[in-house]
């Protein structure tokens, strides 16, 4: 079956110090890897996405995510995280019929 | 990428009753999406809105429920009917943007039945 799993509930990191957001999926093939970031009371907005080619991806607000086939990985990562990178983050996947599975969510929270 | 255009942008509603949700976006797709999230949870698909046909439920959703329309490339509603607290939740609608192979959502519906 098809799935998209964020280990982590919750992560507290604290500012400077870099980030790493796990995601896995369970897929027979190659899907289409997305992360998004939701700010309190805010949209969802796209930090990065892969589809093809180059596995290490980067993205807005210094974000990056690396693709790993063998592990059916897509994890995010961000070298010195800002107070304002707090958020929760969506890993989300399509399974190549145009809709999109949705991870639970990790919540992120800076310390000063 | 699409720009999308969500209103209302948050509601407080009867039970019993229902509200109509609105997404304009500012180029045609082909498809939209409803999604819901529930407070503390993440997104959950509802159904996918395709110009010129019935929308296409997920399981655990109906269209006496959630009805859909999509009148043309660049307009959807979705109404959530006959409201239950259990109804509070954030509704989100998506595009397919297929010139960038990206999906953009709207800013959401925050909703909360009394």
């Known amino acids: 079956a098809q799935s998209v799993t964020q280990p982590d509930i919750h992560i507290t990191v604290s500012e400077g110090a870099s980030l790493e957001l796990r995601c896995n999926y369970s897929?027979?093939?190659?899907?289409?890897l997305f992360w998004y970031v939701q700010s309190p009371g805010q949209g969802l907005q796209l930090l990065l996405k892969?589809?093809?080619?180059?596995?290490l991806v980067q993205g807005i607000k210094g974000f990056e995510a690396e693709f790993k086939r063998s592990q059916s990985s897509f994890n995010l990562r961000k070298p010195s995280v800002h107070w304002s990178d707090a958020a929760e983050y969506f890993c989300?996947?399509?399974?190549?019929?145009?809709?999109?599975?949705f991870g639970a969510g990790t919540t992120v929270t800076v310390r000063a | 990428s699409a720009v999308i255009s969500q209103k209302p942008s948050r509601d407080i509603c009867q039970r019993g009753t229902s509200l109509t949700i609105q997404c304009q976006v500012d180029?045609?797709?082909?498809?939209m999406f409803w999604y819901r999230q529930q407070p503390g949870q993440s997104l959950t698909l509802i159904a996918t809105?395709?110009?010129?046909?019935?929308?296409?439920?997920e399981s655990g959703f109906v269209i006496d429920k959630f009805p859909i329309s999509r009148p043309n490339l660049t307009f959807s509603t979705l109404t959530v009917s006959n409201m239950s607290p259990e109804d509070s939740s954030i509704y989100l609608c998506?595009?397919?943007?297929?010139?960038?192979?990206?999906?953009?959502f709207g800013s959401g519906t925050r909703l909360t039945v009394v």
């Open positions: 180029s045609q797709v082909t498809m």
């Open positions: 989300a996947v399509g399974f190549g019929d145009y809709k999109l599975s």
């Open positions: 892969y589809f093809s080619g180059d596995t």
């Open positions: 998506s595009v397919s943007d297929r010139g960038s192979y990206g999906y953009t």
């Open positions: 809105a395709n110009q010129g046909s019935e929308a296409t439920y």
């Open positions: 897929y027979g093939a190659t899907p289409y």
